[in-house]
């Protein structure tokens, strides 16, 4: 399955520079004038790439700890592979119509439908570890790291899914304000961050003396 899902992850990146391309044989003012037209080809480009890059990233680390890839991982883990494949279809709309509504709101709904199956996908994992961890040993204490690791992943994500679902219906307003709407993202995550370590140092100082916390 990893080997499948790095294969779909290099492919979707690889077609995403296809649409960048300047055309030969320009003189130097139609070269420059080129070279300007691309720019929303390369700004999509670079988003895009972001987001496969940070999907694939934590999609390792779901899948790493999945006891097995039971029929709820395995569906999920495809339907997020279709979609990521799909992903440079919407990224080349995006960059060659950015002021159409239709545009940016598929690019928005396709990253979000990423996200949501992405946190879908955590809560599969967990259930599934849940269960071996119970039929293995029922009254044994659970790894809470990396529990708590997929815990912040699947929050990532959610509000990633959030942002950009919103910008779907936001889109048919104003195309402009949908896009600046993802920078919402920004701070969400310096919020999320803060008050995450700040769970962190209170977790910490209610440890016992002598036992080291979890990470």
Do not use: C
Request: hydrophobic letters at 50%; zero cysteines; a neutral charge.
């Amino acid at each position: 399955m990893e080997a499948l899902s790095d294969g779909v992850f290099a492919i979707a990146m690889t077609l995403l520079v296809l649409d960048i391309s300047v055309p030969a044989g320009l003189d130097s003012a139609h070269f420059h004038e080129a070279l300007l037209d691309v720019t929303p080809n390369i700004a999509a480009y670079a988003l895009s790439f972001a987001v496969i890059a940070q999907f694939w990233r934590d999609h390792r680390s779901i899948l790493g700890a999945a006891p097995t890839a039971d029929g709820a991982v395995l569906g999920l883990t495809l339907v997020g592979l279709a979609l990521v494949a799909l992903l440079p279809f919407p990224t080349s709309l995006l960059a060659e119509y950015t002021e159409q509504a239709l545009a940016v709101a598929v690019y928005s709904g396709t990253v979000a439908a990423i996200n949501a199956v992405h946190t879908a996908l955590v809560a599969a994992v967990r259930r599934s570890e849940t269960a071996r961890d119970r039929d293995r040993d029922p009254a044994g204490p659970a790894d809470k790291g990396p529990r708590a690791r997929r815990q912040r992943l699947a929050v990532d994500s959610g509000v990633t899914a959030a942002v950009f679902g919103a910008a779907v219906p936001l889109a048919f307003v104003s195309p402009a304000a949908a896009m600046w709407s993802w920078l919402t993202l920004v701070p969400l995550n310096i919020v999320i961050g803060r008050r995450r370590r700040r769970a962190q140092q209170e977790a910490t100082h209610r440890e016992p003396a002598g036992r080291s916390p979890e990470v």
